[in-house]
Each structure stands twice: as C-alpha cells, then as structure tokens.
C-alpha cells in the first residue's frame, strides 16, 4: 500500500492506494475546521475595518479668526466605494442647518451623499455677512475632504427661502464650482437678473414653487425662469399646485426630485472657485 499526499488552496489531503487500486481519501478534518474558522473571524474583521457609520452632527470652522456653524450628515459607506457626493444646504431666515438636515436625510441616506448644511443667524447682518464672505463654505468642504472621499466632480447647492436667495447669487459666482443647484421659494432679488450674467459657466438649476407662496408670486418665479432661460440657463422649473411657501410639507418629494435632476450633472473639471470680484459684483447689481 502506497501512501500519498498532496495541498491545494491552503488544505491538505493525504490518501493511500491499494495494489488493487482501491482509493481510500482521509481528510484532514481539524485541519479544515479552524481554515475555515480563521476565515470567518478574517472576514469579519475585514467587514468592521472597511465600512464606517452614519454620522450626524454639528462643527465650527474659523476663517480669518470668525467661527462659523454648520451641520453635517455621512453616510455610513464601505471604505472602498467610490467618493461621495456632497450637497451644501442653505436654509432660510429664522431657520437651521439641522432642519435642511432631516429634509434631506431621506435622499441622501438612500444615495450615500454628504449634506452640509451652514448656520446663519437670522439676522439682516448675518445675511450680509454670508454674501460678503462665500468662501468659507467652500473652505468647510476643503476641511471635510480631508477626513471623507469627496466627489469634487458632483458637488450641488441647495436654498430655500432667504437661502434659495443667496443660492441664485452663490451659483452664479461659483458656476465653476458647483455641477448644478436647486431652490425652493425664492427669486432672483429685486429682479436684477444681470446678476446672472457674472457665471462663467451656465450651470443648470432646479426651480420649485407653490402656486400659493405667501412670499412670491409665479409670475415672479415666471419671470426668473424666463430671463434664466433667456441666457442659455438650463431651468428645471416645478410648480407645485396649491402648496405654499413652506418646503417642510413636500420636502420629501422636493428632495428626491431634486436629486434627479442633480445627478444628471458633473463638472468635467475638478471645481475651480473664483475670488469675488466685488465691484463687478456692484456694476452687475447696479449698485
């Protein structure tokens, strides 16, 4: 009787042959039994080490010595996905990061999408503030790249209110920064649409409003959306019939519909941000 052995794939086996070529096979069973145990135990490990969890909360960044509040939501993600998305959402006057947040938790939970989400004071100050001084939001998602895989190829902006004011006038600055942006309630301010000539590049815009805002008119809203698409503006625009000013009560449908429309668009480019020009700023206000 010959005895015979042979591994394959980390296992070994050993059989023994008769002069009368009968085979008997042994495995070697404790052998198999802790491979496999210690490729459960490998496979766990790996598991923990390779996803990381949803995260909600809020942070300060200081730029040239002021503080300034935003809230934040991660998605839990494997390690090795590919890098997320972010969205900034501006909420409006007498509002919060936090309430821009839940809004959007949904969506962005389901698509694995940051959510960064500043604080304003409401205040005519803080306002002025935020128009003056952009760039610490771009500044903010620099911090976060740091520490999470950001997709600087699908970044959006988003306002509601007073902040889907500012976004008209962020987006428009920033053309080059953000792939596209939406709003909700709100209007090119004081109807100077020369505001919309300073963007280098015609970002596209999702455009939403309740046929019975309290605030604007949809022959204001109209009126946006034609001198926008008048200058080769790509406008997505929704009028929601007999809702009113108040995003909260469909944010679940605006949101995802939002989102849609967001994630037909990336920047070809990494996003360049463009220093304010202040006084062309003035000249296209008329200031």
Not at 48 to 73: A, M, Y
């Amino acid at each position: 009787m010959e005895l015979h052995s042979y591994s394959t794939a980390g296992l070994s086996f050993s059989y023994t042959e008769s002069p009368r070529g009968s085979v008997v096979m042994m495995f070697q069973m404790r052998l198999l039994r802790f491979a496999l145990l210690a490729a459960v135990l490998a496979a766990n490990l790996h598991a923990q080490d390779s996803t990381t969890p949803e995260l909600i909360r809020g942070g300060v960044i200081q730029v040239d010595g002021k503080p300034h509040s935003f809230d934040l939501f991660i998605p839990g993600s494997d390690t090795h996905a590919p890098p997320m998305p972010l969205l900034v959402a501006l909420h409006g006057a007498g509002g919060n990061g936090r309430g821009q947040i839940n809004a959007w938790l949904s969506v962005a939970r389901a698509n694995k999408f940051i959510v960064l989400a500043p604080n304003i004071d409401n205040s005519p100050q803080a306002w002025d503030t935020l128009y003056a001084h952009p760039e610490w939001i771009c500044g903010a998602i620099d911090a976060l790249a740091k520490s999470y895989p950001i997709d600087r190829h699908r970044l959006y902006l988003w306002g509601y209110s007073a902040g889907g004011m500012f976004m008209f006038y962020f987006s428009f600055l920033e053309s080059r920064y953000f792939a596209a942006a939406a709003v909700h309630g709100g209007v090119i301010e004081d109807n100077k649409y020369e505001i919309a000539d300073l963007a280098t590049r015609k970002i596209p815009i999702a455009y939403y409003i309740g046929t019975r805002d309290q605030w604007w008119s949809t022959k204001q809203t109209r009126a946006t959306r034609d001198a926008l698409l008048l200058r080769g503006f790509e406008v997505h625009y929704v009028e929601l019939k007999g809702e009113d000013h108040n995003f909260f009560t469909n944010s679940g449908e605006i949101t995802e519909d939002a989102w849609q429309f967001f994630k037909q668009h990336r920047l070809p480019d990494g996003p360049i941000f463009d220093p304010l020009d202040r006084e062309k700023i003035k000249n296209a206000l008329r200031e």
